[in-house]
Every structure is written in structure tokens, then in C-alpha cells.
């Protein structure tokens, strides 16, 4: 293949690239508009998606759950000689099972685990789950912050701030890439809209009450469990982008290494042998 070609075929798949980027963003961007939609609904349906083991929260618990065993997967798929970058997946894999389990009470209510529930006197929430207890919430928190705090800060940091930083600098990114997976930025734009969704809503409603049908659950109760799927989705979006791209760079790597050694290969054939009947 001569030059030119190799450029158009470069541009072309470069523009195809980029149209899929949109037609993805379009699509996901929708999707998370739409999530938002049960905070006008009725009651019944607000506590279907948004209330304890509603429709959200498992949905939460399940995109980190996938999110955990795709960096589980990649540590034996993934050829890396980094041991840093390995061992980020194992750190990633480990916290986002943790983040899995805790979304769910680790199966308390699902197993009736009640019984067996050890920590239920230090737990606000009398749940098994670590994020819940007095030392990390209420008047006795030794954090200023909470769980869903710090998880808003690192969807930011790992889906939008690591990525746009590499983006921008290409040194950062020979630094950061060899011992931590570099998210692609594109899909960081939904944790920002999902962001920008959430405080919208709560305006929204703060300015226009009647608009909110639900007796019980505060209004941010039902935005905020929106926004931890819409955050999580976002990642898991990310994640599987990021492990795709490595894939594909892998297989080509492979076949421009395969095409290679025929190359040399073939460049060590003496001239006129293929004339003499040799089978090479």
C-alpha cells in the first residue's frame, strides 16, 4: 500500500472514529435525561427506580460489579510489563467490588442476612455496610464528608480530570498511561452532564415543589440515587472504551510485528531461488 493510501485510510478511520464518539454521547446523553424523568412521576414510580433496592440502586451495584470484573480480567488478559499498571487494576478491581457490594448491603436484604449483622449498633442505617457507619456519617463522622461525596470526586478525578490532563499534555500522559489506565475522555463528558442533570433537578424542584409528587422521600434522596447510576454508567461506559482500545492496539501490534518478520523474512530469500523449485 503506497503513502497516499495510508493517509486516507488514516483520516477515514480517524472521522469514523469521531462519528461514533458523537453517535455514542447522543445516545447516552438521552439516556440519562431520560433517567431523570421519575422525579416527575407518580409516587409508585419514583419508589420503583429511585427508593432502597429500586431499580437504580441495583442497576449502581451491577454496573460496578462489571466494572470490578473487567480490571479483574484484565490482569490476566492484558499483556503489560508494567507491574504499576497491574497493580492499578488490582486496586481498581478490589475498590470498585467493595463499591459493588456496598451499594447492595453486601446482599443483606437479598440473603436476609439481618441476623448475622455485627455491625448494625455502630451503623446509622442498622445496614452491613461500611460507608454507613457513625464513624463516617452523622455527629460522630470523623470525615467532613460523605461516601457519596467522595465518590462524586472520583468519578471526576478518574473519568474526567486524568483523562483531560493527559489529553492536553502529552508528558503527562507518558508518565500517568505505563501506571494507570487513562480513561478515554469523550465518555467523561456523561459524568459531567449527569452533574449538570442533577443540579438542574434539584433547582427545578426546589423552585417548583408542585412538580414533585413524592410524600416521603426528600427530594434529593431520589436526584442524588439518580445521580450514583448516572455516575456509574459513566464509568462503566469508560471502562469498557478504554479495554477495547487496548485490544484493538494489542491485535495490531501483533499483526504489524507478524507482517514484519515475513517482511525480513522474505528479504532473506535469495534472489532466483523461488526460480530452482526451493520451497521456502
Known amino acids: 500500500m503506497n503513502t497516499p493510501n495510508i493517509i486516507i485510510n488514516g ?36 419508589d420503583l427506580f429511585a427508593r432502597e433496592d429500586g431499580v437504580f440502586e441495583n442497576l449502581t451495584a451491577l454496573y460496578l460489579f462489571v466494572i470490578a470484573l473487567v480490571f479483574g480480567v484484565a490482569l490476566f488478559y492484558v499483556r ?12 481498581l478491581a ?16 437479598i440473603f436476609h442476612w439481618e441476623d448475622h449483622n455485627f455491625i448494625r449498633g455502630v451503623n446509622v442505617q442498622e445496614e452491613l455496610t461500611l460507608h454507613n457507619l457513625k464513624y463516617f456519617q452523622g455527629e ?22 486524568i483523562p483531560l490532563a493527559c489529553t492536553i ?33 434539584l433547582r427545578v424542584l426546589s423552585m417548583v415543589p408542585a412538580l414533585y409528587q413524592h410524600p416521603t422521600m426528600p427530594i434529593p434522596q431520589g436526584v442524588h440515587e439518580i445521580r450514583e447510576h448516572g455516575f456509574t454508567f ?6 469498557i472504551i478504554y479495554f477495547s482500545r487496548e485490544w484493538a492496539a494489542k491485535k495490531a ?9 515475513m517482511t525480513n523474512l522474505g528479504s532473506r530469500i535469495p534472489v532466483g531461488m523461488e526460480h530452482k523449485g526451493e520451497k521456502i
Open 234 to 239: 459513566a464509568l462503566l461506559a469508560s471502562v
Open 253 to 261: 501490534a501483533d499483526s504489524q510485528a507478524i507482517s514484519n518478520q
Open 140 to 161: 460522630e463522622s470523623i470525615i467532613p464528608v460523605s461516601a457519596s461525596q467522595l465518590f462524586v470526586v472520583f468519578a471526576f478525578i478518574f473519568a474526567v480530570l
Open 94 to 109: 478490589l475498590l470498585f467490588f467493595l463499591g459493588a457490594g456496598e451499594e447492595i448491603s453486601w446482599g443483606e436484604r
Open 11 to 46: 483520516v477515514s478511520s480517524h472521522m469514523k472514529q469521531q462519528k461514533t464518539s458523537i453517535l455514542f454521547l447522543i445516545i447516552a446523553a438521552i439516556f440519562i435525561g431520560i433517567t431523570f424523568l421519575p422525579l416527575f412521576a407518580s409516587e409508585r414510580i419514583l
Open 169 to 201: 499534555s502529552p508528558r503527562i500522559n507518558q508518565f500517568v498511561a505505563p501506571r494507570f489506565p487513562v480513561l478515554p475522555l469523550y465518555p467523561g463528558v456523561l459524568v459531567v452532564l449527569t452533574y449538570i442533570f442533577q443540579k438542574l433537578m
Open 80 to 91: 503489560t510489563s508494567s507491574l504499576l499498571l497491574k497493580l492499578s487494576y488490582t486496586g
